[in-house]
């Protein structure tokens, strides 16, 4: 069957070969395997550490997480009892039906509403939706965030971003077009330099480096090549996007990131970053992103 619910995860496999695995913790993808047009053999497309833990106790490290509804440390007043990047990660989601199971691919779809965990650090009503779309040689997830007040002064306000761990040798990897954009270096040492925007003169960016960039406004489609490879990565309605890789300056540091690991993938994680989504009553809001291997 192209789509195995178990109990803990659900797996997608494609006729020509390629699979996903998306578990019901976090509604995130750990494994996407998939060839290329020139190489059809199925390889591992998403970095996942050793250490990163799957019984619910912390965030998956790796794969693609699901940032809802802030990123980093909260910011807006409604989002102040949570804690990093949100909750959507660290909740349990539950398979709404399967979408699509035809030769094109197959697709599902997660549901995460509302529960007392997170009714008692988020007060807001909403509906959230997460598509999971396996094709031949493309992986494309999108989130669907629903307002569902009865009626509202004030509108749902929050962010939004989908966190790719891109397997691909970090001394190696470039990514662009993002040269002339507009760029925040979350690696500086203080807030005044951390908020002060600079403007990226690089026509390909490399990640050799502690690299935190939250480039705004962007052009929604990113290259990542390296000698043996190229990935596209294609967003819509993610205005920004961020790349991240803490070398072992900063991956020393992190306790579930495998010795090492930092040299093996890249972030390029398009979201809603910059300010907040604003959505009224009643009103939805979809984000999608299309992962593709080029070669």
Not at 179 to 206: F, G, H, M
Not at 228 to 252: C, I
Request: with cysteine; glycine share 6%; hydrophobic share 40%.
């Amino acid at each position: 069957m192209p789509v195995d619910v178990q109990p803990d995860r659900v797996v997608l496999k494609h006729p020509k070969g390629a699979s996903a695995e998306i578990l019901f913790y976090g509604a995130t993808v750990i494994s996407w395997k998939s060839g290329s047009s020139a190489n059809p053999e199925a390889a591992e497309r998403l970095f996942v550490s050793s250490k990163a833990a799957f019984d619910g106790s912390k965030p998956v490290r790796g794969g693609i997480p699901v940032v809802f509804p802030c990123f980093g440390a909260p910011t807006h007043p409604e989002h102040s009892k949570l804690s990093q990047h949100g909750f959507a990660r660290s909740e349990k989601w539950i398979l709404e039906n399967i979408v699509m199971d035809n030769e094109a691919g197959v697709s599902v779809r997660f549901a995460l509403e509302p529960t007392a965990t997170i009714q008692a650090k988020f007060e807001r009503p909403f509906h959230l939706s997460y598509v999971v779309t396996l094709a031949e040689h493309q992986l494309s997830t999108a989130l669907h965030v629903k307002n569902t007040a009865l009626s509202s002064t004030s509108p749902l306000e929050f962010q939004a971003l989908l966190h790719n761990y891109i397997r691909a040798p970090s001394n190696e990897v470039l990514v662009s077009p993002l040269q002339a954009l507009s760029y925040y270096d979350k690696t500086e040492a203080t807030e005044e330099l951390r908020s002060t925007p600079k403007v990226e003169t690089r026509a390909s960016v490399d990640v050799k480096t502690f690299t935190d960039s939250v480039y705004e406004n962007a052009r929604g489609k990113y290259e990542i090549a390296w000698p043996s490879g190229t990935l596209e990565v294609r967003a819509h309605n993610f205005k920004d996007v961020v790349v991240w890789n803490p070398q072992k300056e900063a991956g020393s540091k992190i306790g579930d990131m495998e010795d090492g690991g930092w040299e093996r993938y890249i972030c390029v994680e398009p979201g809603y970053v910059r300010g907040f989504v604003k959505l009224d009553a009643g009103q939805t809001w979809i984000g999608q992103q299309a992962l593709t291997v080029l070669n």
